[in-house]
């Protein structure tokens, strides 16, 4: 018999396939006493299995690039983290075993982020991993993580670490279902770069049964259990009528009626470039620098390394736009030389733009380096700050931009609800805004983007987010400027619709959801946006929003 269950669609797309489960977690070491002639040898074996998780890592890092290297490097410096490992040393010296040290700092280290507040509480999930890996190789068992199969299947797994996701096989892995996460966590956004159909935050996914046959449909977050030959059919159809849609739809961003849309891509770095242009992208949209500084968390790239990776993105784009975000680190991108490491709760701390002002050097640097890369180009560069709360903020990056001597476009990231509310305000000190969705949503509702709990109020539908959007375009247009949207939430066709509506000027996302977001602007015109926007602010939740929005565009 059939049966439907409703997760959060993440990664457009139709699978239909057995679902086959994460290989399980590493069992808990046992405890017991190692004489104390052993504990040098003990201590040899955890940081030879420490370093090695972290080589394996990267090397995973490596092969996936792009957004996914980043993470999977920030997982490596984890691993090596001198206060776990020297919490470890300290363990194994009165008697614990490798394996058992390597659990207990885990454990207590898990225990300080888990209730550091929410947004640190994200990485806890990466943390799991990196001390599973460690445990199983000094155990000697198989290292969790995606099972073998010569079958194409759909992943079924509590959560998906970053460096399972990065490596997916889309050829055997036709979607994935996870019970935690949320719209824009690590693995979701690895999953749209992938192009792979994904649902997370499904309560009770790890009870479907191996070999189960379910259809998971990444744009309504649907899941259908045992699903009847009506319903695959179905599922396959649309399937198809979305593939000629995409196939037909060519050229810039626009809607049916001419109103140009530049669709954009967000990138981390040049090896994001080669899919951003392929997928047709109009330029940058969002080129998340902190990535460069993940390399070395104690020590910023240099000026010479900057200028390299730049220049590499802005060339890939002669006469388009590539809108760069200034370096967004704490929270839960911390950096050695920038982040506090005693802040109660580092989401509502130093951040973004905080902490570069507090560091005036690496900013200046960073905008050196940028205004060097531009040097001779025709590019249009535009660079952005993150975290900008008030006008005060906004003056003081555009500030500093006029004093590196950078000729480009000075903007302020729209993430927290005051710089929404006070828009015309900041746009006295700056050229454009740019909404990052993800953080507006978290800042706006109190609510972790990596915590699949709260997941119905990351949902970028959430009418008062819709309203702050409204507020932010509004205010561009009187001050006869720009206002796009950054976030995930323009990787949704149909949102994509709604933000045009609302009043935004431009639309970025990842490569992979450039052509269903193009396919789906030129079926409506921009009066049709406009209705639908209004259908969706008029609603009382993200599920009417939508639906309200639908039922307009479809003519119902």
Request: aromatic share 4%; with cysteine; net charge negative.
């Amino acid at each position: 018999m059939e049966t439907t269950l409703r997760g959060v669609g993440v990664s457009h797309g139709v699978a239909i396939g057995e679902v086959r489960h994460m290989g399980t977690a590493v069992l808990e070491p046992p405890a017991k006493q190692i004489p104390a002639e052993e504990a040098e040898r003990e201590q040899q074996r955890a940081r030879q299995a420490v370093e090695a998780v972290a080589a394996d890592l990267t090397a995973r890092g490596n092969l996936a690039g792009g957004e996914a290297q980043a993470v999977l490097e920030a997982q490596a410096l984890m691993a090596q983290d001198p206060e776990l490992m020297a919490d470890v040393d300290r363990r194994i010296a009165v008697g614990s075993s490798a394996e058992r040290a390597v659990y207990d700092a885990f454990a207590a280290y898990r225990e300080l982020l888990a209730n550091a507040g929410e947004y640190l509480a994200g990485r806890v999930a990466d943390l799991d991993d990196v001390r599973n890996r460690i445990v199983a190789r000094l155990l000697g068992v198989p290292m969790p993580g995606v099972p073998d199969s010569d079958e194409p299947y759909v992943l079924v797994a509590r959560d998906l670490a970053p460096a399972d996701t990065a490596l997916l096989d889309p050829t055997l892995v036709l979607g994935f279902v996870t019970e935690e996460g949320g719209p824009t966590s690590h693995s979701a956004i690895l999953a749209r770069a992938l192009g792979v159909p994904a649902v997370v935050a499904l309560p009770g996914a790890g009870e479907i049964a191996e070999g189960t046959l379910i259809a998971v449909d990444g744009s309504s977050g649907e899941i259908f259990v045992n699903p009847t030959e009506e319903r695959r059919t179905a599922l396959e159809a649309a399937a198809a009528e979305r593939k000629a849609a995409l196939a037909a739809a060519t050229g810039p961003g626009a809607t049916a009626d001419g109103h140009k849309v530049p669709l954009l891509a967000n990138i981390g770095g040049p090896a994001d470039v080669a899919a951003a242009v392929e997928a047709g992208a109009e330029g940058v949209g969002l080129f998340r620098t902190e990535f460069l500084f993940l390399d070395d968390s104690k020590a910023a790239p240099s000026e010479e390394k900057q200028v390299e990776a730049y220049r590499q993105v802005l060339e890939a784009f002669p006469e388009g736009r590539v809108v760069v975000r200034v370096l967004d680190s704490g929270a839960d991108k911390p950096l050695d030389f920038l982040t506090p490491a005693d802040e109660p709760n580092p989401a509502l701390g130093v951040r973004g733009l905080r902490t570069l002002l507090d560091h005036p050097d690496v900013l200046r640097t960073q905008l050196t380096a940028l205004a060097k890369a531009a040097d001779g180009l025709p590019v249009h560069l535009e660079v952005m700050a993150p975290m900008v709360a008030d006008r005060a903020d906004a003056k003081a990056f555009a500030d500093a931009c006029r004093e590196a001597g950078l000729r480009a476009k000075y903007g302020a990231m729209v993430e927290i609800p005051s710089a929404a509310l006070r828009a015309r305000s900041v746009l006295r000190e700056v050229e454009f805004l740019s909404l990052g969705t993800n953080d507006l949503a978290q800042y706006t509702f109190a609510a972790d983007r990596q915590v699949g709990a709260v997941s119905r109020l990351q949902d970028p539908w959430q009418p008062a987010l819709l309203d702050l959007v409204a507020l932010s375009a509004e205010a561009a247009r009187a001050e006869g400027k720009s206002c796009g949207v950054c976030g995930e939430a323009a990787s949704d066709p149909l949102l994509a619709c709604v933000l045009t509506g609302l009043g935004v000027t431009s639309l970025s996302m990842g490569a992979a959801s450039i052509p269903y977001v193009r396919a789906s602007l030129a079926k409506f015109t921009l009066a049709q946006c406009e209705r639908a926007a209004a259908a969706a602010r008029a609603a009382d939740s993200a599920d009417e929003a939508r639906n309200a929005a639908q039922a307009v565009l479809s003519g119902e």
